[in-house]
């Protein structure tokens, strides 16, 4: 429903001050994290703030030569992809089997996966982890940040499955298709949106995730969340050096959203609004 | 093999979430739970000692920093979500018309979303530095008073909420903004013949067939914003001097910092059933409300 009524002059203005004002608040943490990746300690330090810099790239040189930063992209990569693949192929199957068949007491326990404190499952998985000698492995962080992705692809997928109609399958069946090859065949092949957009955000929250890393990394699995947090160190901050490593660490993921804003904004509101 | 699949397909499809559900998940908040009637500290040495409820009662009773971190829960949630609330539902009215570069601006809103929290935390950081940060100089252009913002006490946990408000009223509003898309048009026409001024129709007409829509979108936000950790551990650590510390940061400081697993897990019992009254209470609300 859009109003069509006609509006008054003053009215349409503070619509547009009010829609303006918004904007601005809401990016300007982004342009600011930006402008100081750019600057010199001097100029982040300078009272009133400025507008222009002139350190360059010196701050990212700077982040990848103090740091391994690319071995914790490389970390942080790794885990994101391997968690939503396999919150994907555990998932999945799961969401079409609550939809079609109701089974609304597993997708009960999906919901109270989201409402559990992730803290909860960590105390015991740290301790199982220490005792196997698995802190500091791959395997450790692809299992925790799948408590993300997976209980998320079915939360978003449910929905999803349950509006593709029902004839469609039965149709598949007639033609021979078993149940199996029917939800391969068919199931998957017209679920391209909502699956782009599960894999999508739960890559993002992998990559964002920063508690279960933070406990469940050692040296050789840090990832940035947990990088940029070290960064923070003892001494006086070098602000340039973190606002350029956060930069990096957040670029991708905007660059991302950008791409595929129109899955996301369906992921990111499910739940809430049917369709 | 295919033909006994099919057979079973109703277990078999989602068997192997279950299974992680069962060995992640359940097996997990069980094995805390047992870990919570027990004084232990990781050691290898000292096997568990089994304390009954002693966990919950010292909490309960006895621990101070237990009840304050209660309290400053429910305030950041209460004012971090009643502020999206408000802005949220404000933002999907001004973005609810028709005007160019729309669907970029509106693009655009997804990112305090999808930025990686802790990255988001260091840039607030470095603007609510009381001498070079920007807030600071944003209210003297204005002539208000500086603020010591994360840096004191009183203004800490406030100023972590304004965080969360930017990280999330841009989610209430895309929620509220399909709602608003999807309401029928003759409310509207019918308000335009009795000639209701546009705030007349927003609150007699917009708002109340808007409110369940709103109603799921306060419960999403609160459940997360009870739980609400990376934000507040990147810029404070609960600081300073506990003046940010919630549940979550409490729990995790317990069992993560001290490695007094007892007492954490206990917390984590109890925070948990917290933040399940709370999503019943308010489902509860919501219900009350649309009937």
């Given at each position: 429903?859009n109003?069509?009524?006609?509006?008054?002059?003053?009215v349409?203005?503070l619509?547009?001050v009010?829609?303006?004002?918004?904007?601005?608040?809401?990016m300007?943490?982004?342009?600011?994290m930006?402008?100081?990746s750019?600057?010199?300690?001097?100029?982040?330090?300078?009272?009133?703030?400025r507008?222009?810099?002139?350190?360059?790239?010196?701050?990212?040189?700077e982040v990848?030569?103090?740091?391994?930063?690319g071995?914790?992209?490389a970390?942080?990569?790794?885990?994101?992809v391997?968690?939503?693949?396999a919150?994907?192929?555990?998932g999945?199957?799961?969401?079409?089997?609550i939809?079609?068949?109701?089974?609304?007491?597993?997708?009960f326990t999906?919901l109270?996966?989201?409402i559990?404190?992730?803290i909860?499952?960590?105390?015991?998985?740290f301790?199982?982890?220490t005792?196997?000698?698995?802190v500091?492995?791959?395997?450790?962080?692809?299992?925790?940040?799948?408590?993300?992705t997976m209980?998320f692809?079915?939360?978003?997928?449910v929905p999803f499955?349950?509006?593709?109609p029902n004839?469609?399958?039965e149709?598949?069946?007639?033609?021979?298709?078993?149940e199996?090859?029917a939800f391969?065949?068919i199931?998957?092949?017209i679920?391209g949106?909502?699956i782009?957009?599960?894999?999508?955000l739960?890559?993002?929250?992998?990559?964002?995730n920063?508690m279960?890393?933070?406990?469940?990394t050692?040296k050789?699995?840090k990832t940035?969340?947990?990088?940029?947090f070290n960064?923070?160190?003892?001494?006086?901050?070098n602000w340039?050096?973190?606002?350029a490593?956060?930069?990096?660490i957040t670029?991708p993921?905007?660059?991302?959203?950008?791409?595929t804003q129109?899955y996301?904004?369906?992921g990111?509101?499910?739940?809430?609004?049917?369709? | 093999?295919s033909r006994?699949?099919?057979?079973?397909?109703k277990?078999?499809?989602p068997l192997?979430a279950?299974?992680?559900?069962?060995v992640m998940?359940?097996?997990p908040?069980l094995?805390?739970?047992?870990?919570?009637?027990?004084e232990?500290?990781m050691?290898?040495?000292?096997a568990?000692?089994f304390?009954?409820?002693?966990?919950?009662?010292?909490?309960l009773t006895?621990?101070?920093?237990f009840w304050?971190?209660?309290?400053?829960t429910?305030?950041f949630t209460v004012?971090a979500v009643a502020g999206?609330?408000?802005?949220?539902?404000a933002?999907?009215?001004?973005?609810n018309?028709?005007f160019?570069g729309k669907?970029?601006m509106?693009?655009?809103f997804?990112?305090?979303m999808?930025?990686t929290?802790?990255?988001?935390?260091?840039v607030?950081?470095?603007m609510f530095?009381?001498?070079?940060?920007f807030?600071?100089y944003f209210?003297?252009?204005v002539?208000l008073p500086p603020?010591l913002?994360?840096?004191s006490q009183k203004a800490?946990?406030p100023?972590l909420?304004m965080?969360d408000?930017?990280?999330?009223?841009p989610?209430?509003?895309l929620?509220a903004?399909a709602?608003l898309v999807?309401?029928?048009?003759?409310?509207?026409e019918?308000?335009e013949?009795?000639?209701a001024?546009?705030?007349?129709?927003?609150w007699?007409?917009?708002l109340?067939?808007?409110?369940?829509t709103?109603g799921?979108?306060?419960?999403l936000?609160?459940?997360d914003?009870?739980?609400?950790?990376?934000?507040i551990?990147?810029?404070?650590?609960g600081?300073?001097?506990y003046?940010?510390?919630?549940?979550?940061?409490?729990?995790?400081?317990l069992?993560f910092?001290?490695?007094?697993?007892?007492p954490?897990s206990a917390?984590?019992?109890?925070?948990?059933?917290?933040?399940?009254g709370v999503v019943?209470?308010?489902?509860?609300?919501?219900?009350?409300?649309t009937?």
């Amino acid at each position: 429903m859009n109003e069509r009524r006609k509006t008054h002059p003053a009215v349409n203005a503070l619509y547009i001050v009010g829609l303006v004002a918004f904007f601005l608040v809401f990016m300007f943490p982004f342009i600011w994290m930006i402008l100081s990746s750019f600057k010199t300690q001097a100029e982040i330090m300078s009272i009133p703030p400025r507008w222009t810099f002139t350190a360059g790239l010196k701050n990212y040189v700077e982040v990848f030569k103090g740091q391994e930063f690319g071995a914790y992209m490389a970390n942080s990569f790794v885990i994101a992809v391997g968690s939503t693949l396999a919150g994907l192929v555990l998932g999945l199957p799961a969401a079409y089997s609550i939809a079609r068949n109701k089974q609304a007491s597993l997708g009960f326990t999906i919901l109270v996966a989201r409402i559990v404190p992730g803290i909860t499952f960590l105390i015991p998985w740290f301790m199982i982890f220490t005792r196997m000698h698995l802190v500091d492995t791959l395997t450790a962080l692809i299992l925790s940040h799948m408590l993300v992705t997976m209980p998320f692809v079915v939360w978003v997928m449910v929905p999803f499955f349950e509006a593709i109609p029902n004839e469609l399958i039965e149709a598949a069946r007639v033609d021979g298709c078993t149940e199996q090859s029917a939800f391969i065949r068919i199931v998957l092949m017209i679920s391209g949106p909502g699956i782009i957009t599960s894999s999508i955000l739960a890559f993002i929250f992998s990559w964002n995730n920063f508690m279960f890393s933070q406990i469940l990394t050692g040296k050789h699995t840090k990832t940035l969340p947990v990088a940029i947090f070290n960064f923070l160190g003892y001494s006086e901050i070098n602000w340039g050096g973190l606002m350029a490593a956060a930069v990096i660490i957040t670029l991708p993921v905007l660059i991302l959203a950008l791409i595929t804003q129109k899955y996301i904004v369906r992921g990111l509101t499910a739940g809430a609004v049917k369709g | 093999m295919s033909r006994w699949l099919e057979k079973h397909l109703k277990w078999a499809f989602p068997l192997p979430a279950v299974i992680f559900i069962v060995v992640m998940m359940a097996f997990p908040i069980l094995y805390t739970l047992r870990i919570s009637a027990t004084e232990w500290s990781m050691s290898a040495i000292l096997a568990p000692k089994f304390v009954g409820l002693a966990n919950y009662t010292k909490l309960l009773t006895s621990d101070h920093r237990f009840w304050a971190a209660v309290w400053r829960t429910f305030y950041f949630t209460v004012v971090a979500v009643a502020g999206e609330t408000f802005l949220g539902v404000a933002l999907a009215m001004l973005l609810n018309r028709d005007f160019p570069g729309k669907n970029f601006m509106k693009t655009l809103f997804l990112l305090p979303m999808v930025a990686t929290p802790v990255a988001v935390g260091m840039v607030w950081m470095l603007m609510f530095e009381p001498t070079i940060g920007f807030m600071n100089y944003f209210l003297k252009l204005v002539h208000l008073p500086p603020q010591l913002w994360i840096a004191s006490q009183k203004a800490a946990l406030p100023s972590l909420a304004m965080v969360d408000i930017w990280q999330w009223t841009p989610m209430i509003a895309l929620i509220a903004l399909a709602g608003l898309v999807s309401l029928p048009a003759d409310p509207f026409e019918a308000a335009e013949v009795d000639g209701a001024t546009s705030w007349q129709v927003f609150w007699h007409v917009t708002l109340p067939m808007l409110r369940p829509t709103i109603g799921v979108a306060v419960i999403l936000r609160s459940i997360d914003a009870l739980k609400t950790f990376d934000i507040i551990y990147a810029m404070t650590q609960g600081g300073p001097n506990y003046s940010t510390e919630t549940l979550n940061l409490y729990g995790y400081t317990l069992g993560f910092s001290y490695f007094e697993m007892g007492p954490a897990s206990a917390l984590l019992m109890i925070f948990f059933a917290i933040v399940l009254g709370v999503v019943i209470a308010l489902n509860w609300a919501r219900k009350g409300v649309t009937a």
